[in-house]
């Protein structure tokens, strides 16, 4: 057997009556076509419902799939402790999720659990297909910091181990969709809110699984939303199948988007193996980049390529510019991978004999010893993209003159207290003011909120 059905559900406590008392009223439609989607489950009879929750254990770099033969939870911390749930676990199709990971080299598996404790993400879809089914067990996984297509390929091998078992399964995406659609809602207004809901629900609306692939990171942020990379996973638990999407309600009146889509699998589909399609375009356009590259990065490039492929310290080429070899400068080293930060390491002043060995010294940082992220793989080296930013001399400005002295475009901001020091470089995605800029800073120092700094300014040079 195989996955027989998915859908995409959103999970707003607020929707289960013990917890709305009476405001769950508010999104009916959305109600309604959850009834009609856990119904549809209970006809198909599965042996197992598998659950991506975006609140369940969450990690960087690592999916993890709840161990253990069962967890309980409830919904009291939402005022409603009598609805409570106890499910009991696929142990088996867990324990061979986690192996063909391990087997493949990807980081998912059942390591790391801090709370076994079921998540309202994934207790929403219970309560609604609880009162339609009895019989079955469940696994349930988080998401991670990962890109996008490693969500996709984590969906893959849901899917073959699935098929291995002979399981008859049903996928839940459980997701809500953009939390920036009413200037009254929990987070505000951003113009991203709206149009990532009418893009996502007309991506759905047609099971154009290859589009999910192609959102881009930034977007998703500023748009808030909740469960696309849920959507994703799912998306990959049908890869390589043709499917049938009937989209049944969007509401947005509390100021978060609640999509409901259910995915009916058919025949195998050659032309739906979106994840190969999707990284051939990338490696073009990595390729075409890589091309048009300056002597800056490619150093950065040759560094990496040198660690990763022939396993030793790169020796310095020959016919580089001669002002990498004669001017001393800090460095940052970014690496982006799916247009997602991969690594990043830098030097504020320079520690090295010239620009282009304090290149090398930080591009092998970036790659290797960026503490947010595991170390680069070889595989990983066709999607990388590579920036190189050489920092021009800080100058002291007053911390009452930021507003007229800084522009978070064209200057980076260096924040001090003491011996902390915090730096953000300039024109980066989603830093839009000077309050968020030194912000960002003040958190990577360690810098209180209300604590007084010094600030510093500078300019860059990116190479890309």
Known sequence: MAILFACMVPHPPMIIPEVGGGSEKQIEKTRAAYE??????????PDTVIISSPHAVMYADYFHISPGKQASGSFSRFGAPQVQFTERYDTELTGL??????????????QGERDARLDHGTMVPLYFLRRYLKDFSLVRTGLSGLSLS?????????????????RRAVFIASGDLSHKLQTYGPYGFAPEGPEYDRKIMDTAGRAAFGELLDYDETFLDKAAECGHRSFVIMAGALNGRAVKATPLSHEDVTGVGYGVCL????????????????EKKQLIRTQAAREKADPYVRLAWHTLESRLLRHRDAEMPEGLPQEMLHTRAGVFVSIHKDGRLR???????????????????????????DPRFSPIRPEELDHLEIHVDVLGKAEAIPFEKRREMLDVKRFGVIVSSGSRRGLLLPDLDGVDSIEEQIGIARKKAGIGADEPVELERFEVVRHT
């Open 343 to 369: 690594g990043c390491i830098g030097t504020i002043s320079p520690t090295a004999s010239c620009v282009a060995r304090e290149i090398m010294r930080n591009a092998v940082s970036a790659a290797f010893h």
């Open 150 to 166: 490693e969500h996709y390929t984590f969906g893959e091998i849901i899917r073959t181990a699935v098929d291995t078992l002979g």
């Open 263 to 278: 995915f009916e699998p058919g025949q195998e589909d050659d032309s739906r193996c979106f994840l190969k399609d999707h």
């Open 97 to 110: 999720i986690s192996r063909l990971a391990e087997k493949k080299g990807f980081p998912a598996g059942t």
């Open 36 to 45: 009609q989607a856990m119904k549809h489950i209970a006809d198909l009879a």
